[in-house]
């Protein structure tokens, strides 16, 4: 099914595109505050079609292909390592390994051992797998149990035929996702190799990191899609169609999400969350905190947290609507000023995107320019991809605005991808100067070059009903 890539990335740009006329902000149009939106959300996204589960694996197995064949490689010889093992055991797999088994493999089967060995620029990448099985076509089991019953043993057969000079494990002290090698794997294997290895055996994080957080230009061509999928989910929910006001609750909207997300024969890779402020709201929108399940009531400021998992990504999005008092046809100008004070700064931050630059200047950068602009920002923003929280620089926590010990000094790198999350807390005169906390967070990818929106962002609020 090697067109399926192709089809899917024509798809993801046609609905990347379609955007509803009545939805578009003509281009030039300045506000009284001096900010020019840039890209157009679509109000009412249509939901595109979801691929049924033996098109999805077929889509997955390519992509993981063509991820082998390249990203291994870059990575490896980016990083100077000879020989990468990745191994797990079923249900305490390596999160590495998971990214690289079939998408028929639920699990790892018994221990499951990669190896991936440079031959060098002419020669590539050679694949093995110290398995009890063949894992799908892309990995021929190199250990024959009859001949040799130690596993261990047979690996340390295969490094000592191609002695490699840097073999590298996924342990780490930053990264839980570049650490998946257990104290037990590695002391088995220390054991099974000779003493002249034990010293070439060195730290997998950089180059699980980059295996983990490049997308190929195949997941890039499609990833719009997976964003507009959740977009779709979150503007569905934010409507007339599903809320009563008077009746409906946070809690309700949450599980209605949840049902909305199943539904679609779509995963979650966390619980969504509502929360409402309103005036004389005494909780002042404190994001660390839980409101607890709140009846929707006109007058309120919506705001939706939600991720799914589809085709082995992941998308995380804030977005905020505004539930119209009889007779209002748009939200109070405060509310709509603190939203375009958020994309103000989403413009700061993403300002500071540069290749090798680390997260934690980034995050510096980014601060300084919201003090210049007297906007009262926090950002934390993460990478995005095979997880919801993925491998990558960090830039900043919501608790951590001085910057991020090991995560955020690791450089950006092009073609990976970031939620672009942070909160701005404004002053809204129509609540009595009421401060409200606006977050946002819209999916990105980073070319190198530039950040762009996987599908657009938000910049003005969703209403409800629509007008």
């Known amino acids: 099914m090697k067109d399926t890539p192709l089809l899917l990335s024509l798809l993801a740009a046609a609905l990347l595109f379609a955007v509803p006329a009545s939805a578009q902000v003509p281009n030039g149009t300045q506000t009284q505050d001096g900010y020019v939106p840039d890209q157009p959300m679509p109000m009412d996204p249509a939901t595109p079609t979801v691929l049924s589960m033996e098109q999805r694996a077929a ?3 390519d992509w993981l292909e063509t991820r082998l064949d390249t990203v291994v490689a870059a990575a490896m010889r980016a990083e100077g390592i000879d020989l990468w093992v990745v191994s797990g055991r079923e249900y305490n797999e390596d999160p590495v390994l998971k990214t690289m088994l079939p998408a028929t493999w639920q699990s790892a089967r018994r221990r499951t051992i990669l190896v991936f060995y440079d031959r060098g620029p002419g020669a590539g990448v050679e694949r093995l797998a110290v398995s009890r099985y063949d894992v799908g076509d892309l990995f021929k089991t190199a250990w024959d149990k009859e001949q040799q019953p130690d596993q261990w043993a047979r690996l340390a057969e295969i490094i000592k035929k191609r002695d490699p000079e840097r073999i ?12 998946g090698m257990t104290d037990t794997e590695q002391a088995q294997l ?6 002249r290895y034990e010293d070439r055996l060195v730290s997998g994080e950089e180059v699980a990191v980059r295996w983990l957080e490049t997308r190929t230009r195949e997941e890039q061509a ?7 999928l959740a977009r779709s989910i979150i503007a569905t929910g934010l409507s007339e169609e599903v809320i009563q006001p008077g009746v409906t609750t946070t809690t309700d909207l949450q599980w209605w999400y949840r049902s909305r997300i199943r539904d679609l024969n779509l995963t979650a890779w966390f619980h969504p969350t509502v929360s409402v402020q309103r005036p004389d709201d005494t909780k002042e929108g404190d ?9 929707i009531r006109h007058g309120d400021l919506l705001h939706v947290d939600l991720g799914i998992s589809y085709l082995r990504l992941h998308t995380d999005t804030q977005q905020h609507a505004y539930v119209l008092r009889p007779g209002e046809t748009e939200a109070p100008g405060g509310l709509q000023r603190g939203l ?3 994309n103000r700064v989403q413009d700061l931050l993403t300002d500071q995107f ?15 320019a919201a003090d210049s602009a007297g906007i009262n920002a926090t950002i934390y923003a993460h990478p995005i991809g095979f997880h919801g929280h993925a491998a990558g620089p960090l830039i900043g926590l919501w608790d951590q605005q001085d910057g991020v010990p090991g995560k955020g000094e690791v450089p950006l790198r092009p073609n990976t991808a970031y939620s ?7 002053s809204v005169p129509e609540w009595g100067g009421q401060e409200v906390l606006f977050r946002v967070e819209e999916d990105a990818l980073f070319t190198g070059g530039s950040v762009r929106y996987l599908d657009g962002r938000q910049t003005q609020l969703y209403l409800i009903p629509r007008q």
Do not use: C, H, M, W
């Not at 499609?222 to 507009?228: D, G, I, M, N, Q």
């Not at 994001?287 to 009846?295: K, P, Y």
């Open 59 to 61: 889509v997955v197995n």
């Open 168 to 179: 590298a494990i996924n342990r780490s002290k930053t990264f839980a996702l570049a650490d």
């Open 190 to 195: 220390k054991a099974a190799l000779p003493a």
């Open 222 to 228: 499609v990833y719009p899609l997976v964003v507009r």
């Open 287 to 295: 994001f660390s905190s839980s409101e607890g399940e709140q009846v």
């Open 340 to 342: 375009r004070e958020a």
């Open 354 to 368: 540069e290749t090798g630059r680390t997260g934690n200047e980034v995050l510096r950068g980014a601060l300084t």
């Open 420 to 426: 672009i999350e942070l909160n701005v807390q404004a």
